[in-house]
């Protein structure tokens, strides 16, 4: 069985831009930018960060493009691909790893009305992530038939004792 998923949160190191194949199909590259800080035995701090780059497709490209700049924390889930091409100056053979996006979710509320002309839309609510619309000052309350599920709740449920890990 092979299993091809990556889950990243990050925030973009560049602007997004929204690029047409010749089909006409949109599609935006994201590079994100992952940080991981370490402490060392004598209590040094070390940051290290690993830049991956994401492709976009289709409507949520063009909302990357829309709404997202550099700096803007996002997450992403989908499959690692290789990508393989020719360098034109050194006429070498390259690859590098690449996320195609498969679910993606803005962290970060989108501009108001005010802010662009436009309605706000949620974008957690685009990207099969449902949430309830929240208007400024108002709380999002969870529905009652979908209790919020604590620790307390795990260790108390048989499911958590039968899981083979």
């Not at 979908?146 to 108390?156: A, D, K, L, S």
């Not at 499911?159 to 890990?165: A, N």
């Given at each position: 069985?092979?299993?091809?998923?990556?889950?990243?949160?990050?925030?973009?190191?560049?602007?997004?831009?929204?690029?047409?194949?010749?089909?006409?199909?949109?599609?935006?590259?994201?590079?994100?930018?992952?940080?991981?800080?370490?402490?060392?035995?004598?209590?040094?701090?070390?940051?290290?960060?690993?830049?991956?780059?994401?492709?976009v497709w289709?409507?949520?490209?063009?909302?990357?493009?829309?709404?997202?700049?550099?700096?803007?924390?996002?997450?992403?889930?989908?499959?690692?691909?290789?990508?393989?091409?020719?360098?034109?100056?050194?006429?070498?053979?390259?690859?590098?790893?690449?996320?195609?996006?498969?679910?993606?979710?803005?962290?970060?509320?989108?501009?108001?009305?005010?802010?662009?002309?436009?309605?706000?839309?949620?974008?957690?609510?685009?990207?099969?992530?449902?949430?309830?619309?929240?208007?400024?000052?108002?709380?999002?309350?969870?529905?009652i038939n979908?209790?919020?599920?604590?620790?307390?709740?795990?260790?108390?449920s048989a499911?958590?004792?039968?899981?083979?890990?």
């Open positions: 069985m092979n299993i091809n998923m990556c889950v990243i949160a990050g925030r973009l190191s560049k602007d997004p831009e929204l690029k047409t194949t010749k089909t006409g199909k949109s599609y935006t590259v994201l590079n994100v930018a992952l940080n991981h800080r370490t402490k060392s035995k004598d209590g040094t701090q070390t940051d290290e960060v690993v830049f991956m780059t994401s492709t289709n409507t949520e490209a063009e909302l990357c493009a829309k709404y997202l700049k550099k700096g803007s924390p996002i997450t992403i889930q989908g499959r690692l691909k290789a990508e393989k091409w020719i360098d034109k100056n050194t006429q070498q053979e390259r690859e590098k790893v690449v996320i195609v996006c498969e679910k993606l979710t803005f962290l970060e509320r989108m501009p108001t009305m005010g802010e662009t002309g436009e309605q706000q839309v949620p974008a957690q609510r685009m990207y099969n992530n449902p949430q309830p619309q929240q208007r400024p000052g108002q709380s999002i309350q969870r529905p979908q209790p919020v599920q604590t620790q307390e709740h795990f260790e108390q499911e958590w004792e039968e899981m083979p890990f």
